[in-house]
């Protein structure tokens, strides 16, 4: 069995889906974060694959795709922060952690 | 790909994909962010076959060592109601004491292993081109140079967008003291009386 790009993509995209199924099925807002979690990850596979598979010449490496993974771990990192103080505030509001309680701007 | 590298890949694979089913789909969200922990931690398996060994390293700091610990406190804090509503049955002590031998047994095997063992030999292929260039790519150095010399702003930026994340945390998770409350509706009717004044 050879693995190549297109298996860490075949991978990547199934994480991806794990996550996006995740985010829509789940009520729990603490799982939806994790969800998006995820999926950011299965993204940073690819970036990080991509850059595996056309690292450019000896002595001149392109490292593209790891800076930009670097990057989305970042914005990742501070995406969990403002969304897990946003949950805290909801639930200080609803005493409850489920997204359909969210509901204020509803009516 | 050389056969060690195909091997580490189908167990972190493996692993990542049965631990993101996992994480999705428990009930209880410390078991989920426990799930989402093994998933980081795969991933990591999966950057080191692709060579990318700074970029591992800073996934299990940042998402191992932050993101987690941050989802497992936001739990704690939130206490009972973020469990499910139905817990399971309690399972019997003989299968806890049963689980809890298991991983010392586990744990003692590993420890006792890595100590006779004298520098274990990962079979990771290399990349093609000299050797000294190839020890760096995905390195410290290497990636260091790329992010200094291609995305220096893009970097300065992150500092900042890292420091408003945090204030913006603060602000948002903090909520007003009693006393703030109590400041804020007196203003509140201050304002509607004069309104009411004005009107008169």
């Known amino acids: 069995m050879e693995i190549g790009l297109g298996t860490y993509l075949a991978l990547a995209s199934v994480l991806f889906g794990i996550g996006a199924i995740g985010f829509l099925t789940r009520r729990n807002t603490l799982l939806q974060l994790m969800s998006i979690e995820i999926m950011l990850n299965s993204v940073n596979l690819t970036l990080v694959a991509f850059n595996r598979w056309s690292p450019g010449e000896a002595g001149a490496w392109s490292h593209q795709g790891q800076v930009f993974a670097f990057f989305v771990i970042a914005v990742a990192a501070a995406e969990a922060a403002v969304g897990l103080a946003i949950l805290i505030s909801l639930f200080r509001l609803r005493k409850s952690v489920e997204s359909d309680r969210a509901d204020l701007l509803k009516h | 790909m050389s056969g060690g590298g195909q091997l580490v890949f189908l167990i972190c694979g493996l692993i990542a994909l049965v631990s993101a089913v996992l994480t999705v789909s428990l009930r209880s969200p410390l078991r989920a962010a426990v799930a989402l922990l093994a998933h980081i931690l795969s991933l990591a398996g999966l950057y080191l076959t692709l060579h990318a060994h700074l970029l591992a390293a800073i996934q299990l700091l940042v998402y191992a060592g932050a993101v987690v610990v941050l989802f497992v406190f936001v739990i704690m804090l939130i206490g009972p109601s973020a469990m499910p509503t139905t817990e399971g049955q309690p399972r019997g002590l003989l299968l806890r004491v049963a689980i809890a031998s298991l991983m010392a047994m586990v744990g003692g095997t590993v420890a006792f292993g890595v100590s006779t063992v004298d520098r274990p030999y990962v079979d990771i292929d290399q990349c093609a081109g000299p050797a000294a260039e190839c020890g760096q790519f995905g390195g410290v150095e290497a990636l260091g140079h790329a992010i200094y010399q291609q995305a220096a702003v893009p ?19 903090r909520g007003h003291t009693p006393e703030e409350k109590r400041a804020f509706e007196e203003r509140a009717r201050k304002k509607d009386a004069e309104a009411a004044a004005a009107a008169e």
């Open chain 2, 155 to 173: 970097f300065e930026l992150v500092g900042i967008l890292l420091l408003v994340a945090i204030i913006a945390a603060v602000a948002v998770a």
